[in-house]
C-alpha cells in the first residue's frame, strides 16, 4: 500500500508561486494515477489535478488551469503541483491523492497548508 507525504505548502502573497510536492512510499507508485485536491475553509472537498501513471494524461479543474502544473518523476516516487499567479481563492488544505489501476482515488496524504495573503 502505498503512503503519502505532502509538502511545500505555506503562506504566500497574491500573485506568487508556491511548489507542493507529495513523497510516496511503499505500493507500486509507478502503477498509480495521481492527483491534487484541496479543501477550502467551510467547503467541500474539490478536485484540483491529475497525472496519469506515466505523465502521458493531465488534467485540471477550471480554476486552475494555466496557472497549476502537475508533474511526476516516477524514478524518485515523487509528485509535484506548480502552483503560480496565486489569489486568496487558493488558500486550502492541498491533499495529494493515489488511484491504483481501474480504482478511484483512494489513498491519501495528510494534506499540507496553503494560505494566500491579499
Known amino acids: 500500500q502505498v503512503q503519502l507525504v505532502e509538502s511545500g505548502g505555506g503562506l504566500v502573497p497574491v500573485g506568487g508561486s508556491l511548489r507542493l510536492s507529495c513523497a510516496a512510499s511503499?505500493?507500486?507508485?509507478?502503477?498509480?494515477?495521481m492527483g491534487w485536491f484541496r479543501r477550502a475553509p467551510g467547503k467541500e472537498r474539490e478536485f484540483v489535478a491529475y497525472i496519469s501513471w506515466n505523465g502521458d494524461t493531465t488534467s485540471y479543474a477550471d480554476s486552475v488551469k494555466g496557472r497549476f502544473t502537475i508533474s511526476r518523476n516516477n524514478a524518485e516516487n515523487t509528485v509535484s503541483l506548480q502552483m503560480n499567479s496565486l489569489t486568496p481563492e487558493d488558500t486550502a488544505v492541498y491533499y495529494c491523492?493515489?488511484?491504483?489501476?481501474?480504482?478511484?482515488?483512494?489513498?491519501w496524504g495528510q494534506g499540507t497548508q496553503v494560505t494566500v495573503s491579499s
Open positions: 491523492a493515489a488511484a491504483p489501476p481501474a480504482r478511484d482515488f483512494n489513498i
Open positions: 511503499g505500493g507500486s507508485f509507478s502503477t498509480y494515477a
